[in-house]
């Protein structure tokens, strides 16, 4: 009776803007190219921003798409310093009745084929068996930092001292090799709530039936052939290589036309885009040395700069609203001095349209997974500034393994990048004349190239998306003949 409906899925993702922006792409993708429909289920700690709340909006102009959140939950009885990731599981966690009661009544009035949660919703898995349905995880970073949580478990039994003081360099298989100290930030102190939750997260990864993950063999081929064997060897989830996802507009500001005015007048290829995602900040000394060294460099720039923080880190994770104007924070002058030469706004820009512009030419970046992912799309070749979670992992892979990203140094004792360095990084990567700067412009292409091969009909994203989704509609078809 129900065969002429698409097969309903619900969709998880975990609070901050970094997870809700490609499992919205990835819901839009499932209903635009794969006849599904989605309920797409929102938590939020205390109240959320308006940043996510745009994105929440603009998905459910989508006909197939029902965008639910559930009611805000409270976390003020969490210490202050309690890391993201505690914060985020805790969201979920504390979630877990509302959401109990919402999946058990979407699943009575239009039965759902698979429960889609991502890195930290494996929680929610205990709520989707006992209503019957699959859990699947879309993982919205790599696959090297997939194959690190599915390994995770057994590194964690093998040694007891933090990882930065493993006198070997970690090895996963078909990945770089990863000092300890490059191991994203929640493994880095063993003893903190927020590596026990992760921990507890990728002990649960393989209860799920498949792995999506947002990313794409060209992209790393080694990393993706060893978890495709790990899968037939041991029996672990299915893997299926679905990305690049990205978005295709970007939520705006009020300044965002600002911007991009100003990039229609700026010459073809010569501005560098200096951002640190959704929530990364620099500090006072650092973003002083930024600010010198782009002004150095001599080249054009547009900057989203924020206030900054004590401590480089992600702190302003869950609100993006977090910059005051005047920029006082700068150096003195700096504003007046670059006038003409660059453009500096507040907390947010269009990125996706500030990528895709023609007068764009590079991107410094703190290497978050989706601000990669819509470089490679737009082949804007990078300058890598990773800051916290896996974006040190992502800024090796990017710079030594693919050769898409250009490193400053950092002084050894305070891991401060100095003004001569960013201007000497900035000058190469622009430059005609370099070498260095032409290998990495042309590998950009190559790889954007790639991701667009993908994504087509033919591609290997497109084909993976389409098992997974094969997969469901035969979950749909069984149910609904059980139902007759
Ligand atoms: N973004 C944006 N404007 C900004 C900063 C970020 O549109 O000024 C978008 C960006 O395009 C990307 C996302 O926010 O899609 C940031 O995700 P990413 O994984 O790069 O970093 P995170 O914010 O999770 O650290």
């Not at 635009?32 to 309920?39: G, M």
């Not at 512009?357 to 989706?370: A, Q, R, Y």
């Not at 898409?404 to 990084?425: D, F, K, M, W, Y």
């Amino acid at each position: 009776k129900d065969m002429k409906k698409p097969p309903h899925i619900a969709i998880l993702p975990s609070p901050g803007m970094g997870h809700l922006i490609p499992l919205a792409e990835f819901a839009k993708r499932l209903v635009l190219h794969h006849n599904l429909s989605v309920t797409f289920i929102s938590l939020s700690a205390d109240s959320s921003s308006k940043a996510q709340k745009a994105i929440l909006d603009a998905l459910s102009n989508n006909n197939n798409i029902t965008s639910i959140p559930l009611p805000p939950i409270h976390l003020d009885d969490v210490p202050s310093d309690a890391k993201i990731e505690t914060r985020i599981s805790l969201t979920v966690e504390r979630s877990l009745p509302a959401l109990r009661t919402l999946l058990g009544s979407l699943n009575t009035t239009s039965p759902l084929s698979a429960l889609v949660v991502d890195l930290f919703g494996t929680d929610a898995f205990g709520v989707a068996r006992e209503l019957g349905v699959p859990s699947f995880i879309f993982y919205p970073t790599t696959s090297t930092m997939l194959s690190f949580f599915l390994h995770l478990p057994e590194l964690d039994n093998s040694s007891t001292c933090e990882f930065r003081h493993l006198s070997e360099p970690v090895k996963l298989p078909g990945c770089i090799p990863f000092h300890g100290k490059d191991l994203l930030d929640p493994v880095q102190d063993r003893k903190n709530d927020a590596y026990k939750w992760l921990l507890h997260h990728c002990q649960r990864y393989k209860e799920a039936e498949g792995i999506l993950v947002n990313s794409f063999v060209d992209l790393e081929p080694g990393p993706i052939k060893a978890l495709l064997l790990k899968e037939k060897e041991e029996k672990w989830p299915m893997i299926y290589p679905v990305g690049p996802l990205i978005q295709t507009t970007s939520s705006r500001d009020g300044g965002s036309n600002n911007c991009l005015n100003w990039l229609d007048q700026q010459p073809p290829g010569s501005v560098l885009f200096v951002s640190f995602g959704s929530g990364g900040t620099l500090s006072q000394e650092q973003l002083e040395e930024l600010a010198l060294g782009l002004e150095m460099s001599g080249h054009r720039f547009l900057w989203v700069a924020r206030s900054p923080n004590q401590k480089e880190s992600g702190a302003t994770f869950f609100s993006v609203e977090s910059s005051r104007e005047p920029f006082d924070f700068l150096p003195e002058g700096f504003l007046s001095r670059t006038q003409g030469q660059g453009l500096v706004v507040a907390s947010w820009a269009p990125q996706i349209e500030v990528l895709k512009h023609g007068s764009t030419g590079g991107f410094l970046s703190h290497c978050g997974w989706n601000s990669t992912l819509e470089s490679i799309t737009h082949g804007v070749p990078l300058i890598a500034w990773p800051l916290y979670a896996e974006q040190k992992m992502n800024a090796l892979m990017l710079a030594d393994d693919l050769g898409v990203a250009l490193r400053p140094s950092a002084r050894e004792e305070t891991g401060l990048v100095r003004r001569e360095e960013i201007a000497r990084v900035i000058k190469v990567l622009f430059s005609t004349q370099s070498l260095q700067g032409r290998r990495v412009r042309d590998r950009m292409q190559e790889l954007k190239d790639a991701a667009g091969r993908a994504l087509g009909v033919q591609g290997s994203s497109y084909q993976a998306l389409s098992e997974v989704v094969g997969q469901w509609k035969k979950n749909k078809a069984a149910a609904t003949d059980a139902s007759i």
